[in-house]
């Protein structure tokens, strides 16, 4: 793992010699992406910058990497897990290696195949490339975005970074707050790519490409996920015998390292699952990595340990309090770089802490609830549909019934737990699958925001531009004919929730700590099988993760393989009532809302009342809030 950063003048004019100070700034900025090693290279309009973890090849994969004839430059964040293979078939193509880095593999990829290479890869990556004789920069994301590129053009520049900070520090930028983006970050609790919190800068979506030069610049699709197959002729078992070889196979690629790796295990289905099959695959005892939580609703620490026993691995946890998060969400939210409010940050950024002293590469299961339907949300999504065809009179007198539920701070509190599912159904099918995961619908934020906001920005909180990503991610299947909405629910889990939440707070949390986290569900292989087997094999009735199960029953302790499916995320509700209540008290506060100019402290203290008081669980709109306001003052925004 590593961070890049880099700045171009698209017509050809020389940069300026202090350009290379500012990308060393650049690259400064995110030295705990690379501790290992740093590089600088300048020539004409073109400047690159790298921070290094190293990983593979310790000793020569230094970069910027430039090949043999100089014709070509990188600057290059990731692993492709099956470099060797493709060196070899470039070898016999007649290609020379001077190192053994995947990094060089790339280059000569790129060489032979242009823009096409990237089909070839199995891998996690961004990179920024650059070709002297087109005198173009080709910068290229993963499939599924587990990389980040953040990139902005501004007065003749064009300038990336692995992250959205370091491009504040090239002078002479702006930077302004995008209220649209800060309106679905409350919706969506994340801002939905290419979008950014700044005006001026995006992100390069996942699966996508950028060619920047004189002639202007090229966005492209260069992959995409696979359709559902309805016509499956292979039987059950011939099925999970290709997903167990296929996983197999993805793991030990996996685990190719030059430094000490080891495995997050929650205790969960898909961690047991990559410590199972790493523990098969390893001649030494695998190293495994949990965070448990006082509250017992939340804890999971006895499966972890269940599964640590029944592979016999090396295993160590760490418990977390309110204390802890309390104390350490003001450092955490500023490492996540942009705001990020899965509350499931703390817990990841002390897993990825713990798991860095003793290893500096950790697998994941990251990927296989949204490909394999292991959210509940599947199963509400595909309800909302038979709901929606009982008589008016049965669905009224359940929505009666809904305030007298009862309410519990706990992980599950069965009141929200309808009313969420009750506002999904009134949803139409592509806004149904947001609508079940967002934290201020429009109408709350309507409650929220201040007026002159409001009609500053009006016609934003309508459905169709609020949540016009979510539209987009559901309709992109449509002219190849995949009408079944639950079909296409799947791909805005993947191309939506999975890369920009999950994955982005994966990657930030673990280079906080300089820990490289791998994900053998999110393999080419393993990613493309799951995607193109039908439905029926992933959401069987009310069970997900079918098929996933049934290949891996003989892997797993009974006690995980039944168990039901429990999320990584810590007692928010009960926190804010508690310890965290004078940090939200503060940052909340009348004063400092009306200085900001955003929120209406009238409406934000009814919101923060009504949860204090138990009369109504506000934890996600409340929580969403706070780290808004951490983010804009870490940032000075």
């Not at 993760?545 to 302790?557: T, V």
């Not at 209406?600 to 709109?621: C, I, N, Q, T």
Request: proline letters at 6%; charged letters at 25%.
């Amino acid at each position: 793992m590593c961070g890049i950063a880099g700045i171009f003048r698209p017509d050809g004019t020389p940069l300026s010699p202090e350009a290379a100070g500012h990308v060393t700034a650049m690259t400064d900025a995110m030295r705990y992406r690379g501790p290992d090693g740093s590089g600088v290279w300048q020539n004409g309009p073109l400047c690159l910058g790298h921070r290094r973890l190293s990983i593979i090849d310790l000793a020569g994969g230094a970069q910027p990497m430039h090949s043999a004839d100089g014709a070509l430059s990188i600057v290059f964040n990731g692993e492709i897990y099956n470099f060797k293979e493709l060196r070899e078939g470039l070898e016999k193509s007649g290609a020379v290696f001077t190192t053994n880095s995947d990094t060089e593999v790339i280059l000569e990829a790129y060489r032979h195949w242009g823009t096409n290479c990237l089909a070839r890869f199995d891998g996690m990556f961004a990179f920024a490339l650059w070709d002297a004789k087109k005198r173009r920069l080709f910068l290229a994301r993963d499939r599924f975005g587990k990389k980040p590129l953040f990139y902005t053009a501004q007065n003749g520049l064009f300038c990336f970074a692995s992250e959205l900070t370091p491009l504040t520090l090239v002078p002479g930028l702006s930077f302004t707050l995008d209220a649209g983006a800060i309106m679905r970050y409350l919706a969506y609790e994340y801002v939905p790519a290419p979008e950014t919190p700044y005006a001026e800068v995006a992100t390069l979506p996942p699966s996508f490409f950028l060619t920047v030069s004189e002639s202007g610049t090229h966005l492209e699709r260069w992959w995409d996920m696979p359709m559902p197959v309805d016509d499956e002729k292979r039987d059950e078992h011939e099925i999970c015998g290709e997903l167990r070889t296929l996983m197999l196979r993805a793991v030990r690629r996996r685990m190719i390292s030059d430094v000490p790796l080891g495995v997050f295990l929650s205790g969960g289905i898909d961690s047991t699952i990559i410590t199972g099959l790493m523990a098969h695959a390893s001649t030494a005892p695998v190293k495994t990595f949990s965070i448990g939580f006082r509250e017992a609703s939340y804890d999971e620490t006895r499966y972890a340990r269940l599964a640590a026993r029944a592979f016999g691995t090396e295993h160590y946890e760490e418990i977390l309090s309110a204390e802890d998060c309390a104390d350490r969400l003001p450092d955490i939210v500023r490492s996540m770089d942009v705001p990020m409010a899965d509350a499931s940050v703390a817990p990841t950024w002390l897993l990825s802490r713990l798991a860095r002293q003793h290893v500096t590469v950790a697998l994941g299961g990251d990927g296989a609830d949204e490909l394999w339907a292991g959210y509940e949300h599947y199963f509400a999504f595909a309800m909302a549909q038979r709901y929606n065809r009982l008589p008016v009179f049965v669905r009224r007198a359940i929505e009666a019934i809904v305030p007298h539920l009862p309410a519990s701070a706990g992980y599950v509190n069965p009141r929200l737990a309808l009313q969420t599912f009750l506002r999904g159904a009134a949803s139409p099918d592509w806004q149904r699958i947001q609508t079940l995961l967002t934290a201020l619908p429009p109408a709350m934020q309507q409650k929220i925001l201040l007026r002159d906001w409001l009609a500053e920005h009006a016609g934003m909180l309508e459905p169709e531009r609020l949540f016009a990503s979510t539209r987009a991610q559901y309709d992109h299947w449509q002219p190849a004919g995949a009408a079944q909405p639950i079909a296409r629910a799947f791909h805005v889990y993947a191309r939506q929730f999975l890369s920009e939440d999950i994955l982005v707070k994966v990657d930030r949390c673990s280079m906080m700590h300089s820990l490289e986290v791998r994900a053998p569900f999110l393999d080419r292989d393993v990613a493309e099988f799951t995607a193109r087997l039908p439905l029926r094999c992933k959401l069987h009735g009310i069970k997900g993760k079918f098929l996933l199960k049934k290949a891996m029953a003989d892997l797993l302790p009974q006690q995980i393989l039944h168990r039901n499916k429990r999320g990584f995320q810590i007692p928010v509700a009960a926190w804010l009532r508690g310890r965290m209540r004078p940090l939200l008290e503060d940052l909340l506060a009348a004063d400092r809302l009306r200085a900001q100019g955003i929120f209406d402290p009238d409406g934000v203290r009814r919101l923060m009342d009504e949860h204090f008081s138990g009369k109504a669980d506000w934890r996600k709109p409340l929580w969403t809030i706070l780290v808004l306001q951490l983010w804009l003052g870490a940032h000075k925004v």
